[in-house]
């Protein structure tokens, strides 16, 4: 299986390169944000959980988020590999992955880690903002807090990774195009 974690922080663009690497390499692609989205526009128990830490740009408990990861995986019994994007985002849920992983006979391939300066990320996340109906992109004082809490929170799950000799970093500034080309090449130079 080819397990790929696709890091970095909101606004990085894992989103649109995650759409374009599950194109190229027919992988499951499992967004937690985006489960938690869909949870809360259908109301669910889930969603009305996750929702008061979304809205202020916290992250949902790992309890939580971990047991939703572990469901979405299992209803792809079928997949060749996955792309987690947003996940995992502590070095717990990192844990928790490796575990659950295993317990499959599998594990993390690479984690691809998308670098992009902080007022970089600010404005695009505001652009987006004005763009969509994500509310959490909206508001300056959330999407900066989004930002602290990567990196007081998530950037050390690079470490985690980097321990293992799966971390790569690509600069994720530029064309969409070159970058999806440099995450290409990564993954093609683990499998060769
Ligand atoms: P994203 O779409 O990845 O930017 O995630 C949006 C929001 O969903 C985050 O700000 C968190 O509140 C929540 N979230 C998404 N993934 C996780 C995760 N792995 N752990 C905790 N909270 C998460």
Redesign the pocket.
């Known amino acids: 299986m080819l397990n790929i974690v696709l890091f970095g922080p909101?606004g990085a663009g894992?989103?649109t390169q995650s759409a374009k690497l599950v194109e190229r390499y027919s992988l499951a692609h499992l967004?937690?944000?985006?489960v938690?989205?869909y949870n809360i526009k259908n109301n669910t128990e889930l969603g009305q959980l996750?929702k008061s830490?979304?809205d202020a740009?916290?992250?949902?408990?790992?309890s939580v988020?971990i047991s939703m990861?572990e469901a979405e995986v299992n209803k792809n019994p079928d997949a060749k590999g996955f792309i987690f994007?947003?996940?995992?985002?502590?070095t717990a849920?990192a844990g928790a992955l490796d575990e659950f992983l295993s317990s499959k006979n599998t594990g993390i391939s690479l984690m691809l880690a998308l670098e992009v300066p902080e007022e970089e990320l600010v404005k695009r996340l505001l652009l987006r903002g004005a763009e969509s109906d994500r509310a959490?992109d909206k508001d300056e004082s959330i999407v900066r807090n989004?930002i602290k809490?990567y990196n007081e929170q998530t950037a050390v799950v690079a470490d985690f990774y980097s321990k293992q000799n799966k971390f790569k970093a690509i600069e994720g500034v530029g064309e969409i195009e070159a970058i999806f080309g440099q995450l290409c090449a990564e993954i093609e130079a683990t499998q060769a």
Do not use: E, H, W
């Open positions: 909101p894992k989103g967004s937690t944000g985006d938690f989205r996750a830490y979304m740009g916290n992250l949902v408990p790992d988020t990861l994007d947003g996940f995992p985002r502590t849920q959490d989004r809490v």
